[in-house]
């Protein structure tokens, strides 16, 4: 589970930090664009212009309008008048001129970014939440049915009769064997597993194991041996066993060894 956690943990920094990345670029990319849009409104804007008398370049905004002139007949009375120039009433002016060069404020594209960087951000939670429930599941249903096995009432049945059992002590485990045998009074029982508890010098529990008997199916007077290997490192002082059925519930056993075979349980 913490190799689970880690892992998303890494996904997660790794998102944020190429989402960090991806939000500097597009800001960049924005800034030169909003430059470039700005120099080339400039430019427009004081493109030159010839003037036919001198030859001459002059720089003149494209908003700036030229009236045509406009001559008027000259009496006799008057001498050599120049030309009066008719300027354009401000009411004629061409309509989205006046905000040629207007900046329009665009809303800040933050939001959506926000947006985006939080939906990526749940969907990563998500995929971590459900990972670490597919694994914790599993120990939970274990837990669950081991407690529920442990409850289980002992099954209304013959006790089973165990006629002999061994042990052997090695470096990192006790094997126990056995002969354990249905009653002719018994009802038949079909795979019975045999169960080992171990304790330890001081009475405390170390470990127990369990493992299914040789014969799958026990009708009433059939014997059936049986092997349990427990892993254990520390040192046993005394075991005890028993039988339940597939699905955890207890049958009761009784000691029919002969008095000069009897083990510690």
């Known amino acids: 589970m913490d190799t689970i956690l880690l892992t998303v943990t890494a996904l997660s920094l790794a998102m944020a930090a190429s989402m960090t990345l991806i939000v500097v670029k597009l800001l960049r990319q924005e800034r030169a664009r909003s430059e470039a849009r700005v120099a080339a409104l400039g430019a427009m804007a004081s493109d030159p212009v010839i003037d036919p008398s001198t030859g001459r370049t002059t720089p003149v905004p494209r908003r700036t309008r030229v009236a045509p002139v406009v001559s008027r007949p000259r009496r006799a009375d008057q001498g050599i008048q120049l030309d009066d120039l008719e300027i354009r009433p401000a009411e004629r002016t061409v309509a989205g001129v006046a905000q040629l060069f207007a900046h329009a404020d665009e809303p800040s594209p933050w939001g959506r970014r926000l947006v985006v960087i939080g939906s990526l951000a749940v969907v990563v939670f998500a995929i971590g939440f459900a990972a670490v429930s597919g694994t914790l599941h599993p120990a939970a249903s ?104 597939e ?12 008095p000069d075979s009897l083990a510690q349980k």
């Open 142 to 245: 274990n837990a669950a049915a081991s407690t529920s096995a442990a409850q289980a009432p002992p099954l209304n049945t013959a006790p089973l009769e165990l006629l002999s059992l061994h042990h052997v002590q090695e470096a990192q485990r006790l094997v126990i064997t056995g002969v354990v045998q249905n009653p002719r009074s018994g009802a038949t029982l079909s795979r019975v597993v045999a169960t080992a508890f171990l304790f330890g010098p001081d009475g405390t529990f170390l470990t127990s194991s369990r493992a299914p008997l040789d014969f799958t199916t026990l009708t009433p007077g059939v014997e059936s041996p049986f092997v349990v290997s427990v892993p254990v490192a520390g040192a046993v002082a005394r075991y005890r066993i028993g039988f339940r059925t």
């Open 247 to 258: 699905d955890g519930r207890v049958i009761s056993h009784v000691d029919r060894r002969a």
